[in-house]
T-cell receptor
Framework: RKEVEQDPGPFNVPEGATVAFNCTYSNSASQSFFWYRQDCRKEPKLLMSVYSSGNEDGRFTAQLNRASQYISLLIRDSKLSDSATYLCVAAPPGTYKYIFGTGTRLKVLA | ETGVTQTPRHLVMGMTNKKSLKCEQHLGHNAMYWYKQSAKKPLELMFVYNFKEQTENNSVPSRFSPECPNSSHLFLHLHTLQPEDSALYLC??????????????FGPGTRLTVT
């Protein structure tokens, strides 16, 4: 089983739609979680950290479900500019290892 | 953004060449990382340095040799590479360890092609 698993997609959604991605992690001791966005041939850019209580930043909401070992990302009112690959990251405690998923590709269509 | 810079941005080298990648972070972070990203694969951690000390070497072949002279600079020395080493090499930094909820910031990467 992969340490961090994501549905590769692509998710094709129309502008204005709401889309949600899930990401599962295998190490139940993982304590830190993040979502990154990566555009084609560019570096990953931090989108948001995921806290136990969940967090929201504008149209983006991230949730953590420790019992089921997954994190989610919800994007509301999708924009064309949201088209990218979204990377899920989990970090076990006491290490320097950030474990990346392979990413979920999102295409927002006009 | 200029938090983490990398040079060169593109590099083409033959299998017998020796080259170096450079990374510099301007964020005052203590940890720096090298990752390899190949097509259709997740980011692969190569090396981690914390306060200039190497803390992780993820079974990377010896043809890749890291150097961290101080907390702001990181190099990756390359020699006798193979075509399968062609990839995007990303540098990143963070204030502290991964499990402490410290966010990681990436440079723009060096796109390496080995011919």
């Amino acid at each position: 089983r992969k340490e961090v698993e994501q549905d590769p997609g692509p998710f094709n959604v129309p502008e204005g739609a709401t889309v949600a991605f899930n990401c599962t992690y295998s190490n139940s001791a993982s304590q830190s979680f993040f979502w990154y966005r990566q555009d084609c041939r560019k570096e990953p850019k931090l989108l948001m950290s995921v806290y136990s209580s969940g967090n929201e930043d504008g149209r983006f909401t991230a949730q953590l479900n420790r019992a089921s070992q997954y994190i989610s990302l919800l994007i509301r009112d999708s924009k064309l500019s949201d088209s990218a690959t979204y990377l899920c990251v989990a970090a076990p405690p006491g290490t320097y290892k950030y474990i990346f998923g392979t990413g979920t590709r999102l295409k927002v269509l006009a | 953004e200029t938090g983490v810079t990398q040079t060169p941005r593109h590099l083409v080298m033959g299998m017998t060449n020796k080259k170096s990648l450079k990374c510099e972070q301007h964020l005052g972070h203590n940890a720096m990382y090298w990752y390899k990203q190949s097509a259709k694969k997740p980011l692969e951690l190569m090396f981690v340095y914390n306060f200039k000390e190497q803390t992780e070497n993820n079974s990377v072949p010896s043809r890749f040799s890291p150097e961290c002279p101080n907390s702001s600079h990181l190099f990756l020395h390359l020699h006798t590479l193979q075509p399968e080493d062609s990839a995007l090499y990303l540098c990143a930094s963070s204030q502290g360890i991964a499990g402490g909820n410290y966010e990681q910031y990436f440079g723009p990467g060096t796109r390496l092609t080995v011919t």
